[in-house]
């Protein structure tokens, strides 16, 4: 069944009225702890009921995995981080671990770096179309649409559009790229986002395809996902049906879509760095990292930076004890360090307190090294990262003026 594609809904009243898209996530979670697959789920919720702060849930009690029903826009959780830094890399434990595209392509990295265990994990993959800063969403909710942010219970962002829900029932819709071009919308990151479809997962969940029916859009992107949709089906713990042929192409058609805007904002984003000489280059970054406070933020944040003892760190030689703003080879470090391996999760640029746009560089970086190397990170968790096998032969050949030595 791998490879299969399902529309599915939960035949449980409580969470079809509570959850999205037919409820199929939280029912698969439930069953999942029901059935003894997995010792506990890690999903979001919102803390104390607020949709702009959203935390890690770590949930043992299958009658508990209803409170992370429902989708949160304004959070961007750092699940693989948590995974590895909180619960020891799942060595010990079996977890399905719901996830956006950019965190299954983290937790892929870590596990080739035998930091995370996937053979303990199920990838539940949520479809991704972006995530908004919780700050710009509140203030772009007051001055774009006019509502008080506490009384948003739902955010959408499909066909260019982002819609809010109201606790009255009103629903308001706004063009994405217009509240784009203002500085609202989704992160610097998400807008550059290829990957809506988390086809690195187990399987991929999402409504793309459902077609305005209350259901989940499910693609089985590997044997423990279908294993796992089996055993579901048959115990009944999801409704399912095959998607008929126009559920599938809009499917694609959407992805084509998203894949589309966001190469165009990556052209945007690039063009000024790209268009500058090497002098420019120089002057523009040089300028951007010296307001670097050495607050160690983004390195604590990446989830692909993972090495205990840190070259960062004061003792091992290469940056200098007490020396704030740090030389500016300090966040140049971290870069190199992660930049064939970044999932473009933009967790570096948000933990900045100078605003530097770390996520911007890496990722400009990342797309000109994956196409010297052909590599994809976190889609494949048997391809080794680049930088850690090439020769320098190869880098000779590649051209990309890098050094081993
Ligand atoms: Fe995410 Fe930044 Fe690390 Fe890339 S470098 S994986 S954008 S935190
Ligand atoms: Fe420097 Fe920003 Fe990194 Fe802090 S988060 S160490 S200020 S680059």
């Known amino acids: 069944m791998r490879g299969d594609m399902v529309l599915a809904w939960s035949p449980d009243e409580e969470i079809l009225e509570q959850a999205e898209c037919g409820g199929a996530v939280t029912s698969l979670l439930k069953f999942a702890l029901e059935s003894k697959r997995v010792d506990a789920v890690l999903a979001i919720k919102a803390r104390d009921g607020n949709r702009y702060d959203g935390v890690p849930a770590l949930i043992a009690n299958p009658e508990e995995v209803i409170n992370t029903a429902g989708a949160l826009h304004c959070v961007s959780p750092n699940i693989a981080r948590c995974l590895k830094e909180y619960l020891d890399g799942a060595f010990d434990v079996k977890i399905a671990v719901t996830c956006r595209p950019c965190d299954a392509r983290a937790i892929i990295e870590l596990a080739k770096r035998n930091q ?216 140049i470090i971290r870069i190199m360090h992660v930049a064939d391996s970044c999932v473009n999760c933009g967790q570096c640029q948000d933990a900045c307190p100078a605003e530097i746009p770390l996520a911007r560089l890496v990722h400009m970086l990342n797309r000109e090294l994956g196409a010297v190397f052909k590599y994809e990170p976190g889609m494949d968790v048997s391809a080794p990262p680049p930088l850690g096998t090439v020769t320098e032969e190869e880098l000779d050949m590649a051209g990309v003026g890098i050094s081993l030595s």
């Open 116 to 331: 995370i265990e996937m053979e303990n994990l199920i990838l539940v993959g949520l479809n991704c179309t972006g995530t908004l800063h919780p700050v710009t969403a509140k203030q772009m909710l007051r001055e774009e649409f006019g509502v008080d942010p506490d009384d948003v219970i739902r955010e959408d962002i499909e066909d260019g559009k982002l819609t809010i829900g109201l606790k009255d029932g009103t629903e308001i819709e706004k063009d994405l790229a217009e509240l784009e071009e203002k500085g609202y919308g989704r992160r610097e990151n998400c807008r550059r986002c290829e990957v809506g479809i988390p086809r690195m997962a187990d399987i991929a969940c999402g409504k793309w395809g459902a077609n305005g029916r209350k259901a989940t859009f499910i693609e089985v992107c590997s044997q423990k996902g279908a294993d796992f949709i089996e055993e579901a089906i048959q115990v009944g713990a999801i409704n399912v049906e095959h998607p008929d042929s126009e559920a599938v192409e809009t499917r694609e058609a959407k992805d084509r879509e998203a894949i589309d805007s966001a190469r165009k904002w990556q052209e945007q984003d690039f063009v000024d760095l790209r268009g500058m000489s090497i002098e420019e280059r120089f002057t523009y970054w040089t300028g951007q990292f010296s307001q670097c406070i050495k607050c160690f933020g983004c390195r604590d944040a990446c989830p692909i930076c993972y090495c205990l003892d840190c070259y960062l760190e004061a003792d091992r030689g290469l940056v200098t004890e007490g020396q704030v703003p740090p030389d500016i080879t300090f966040p």
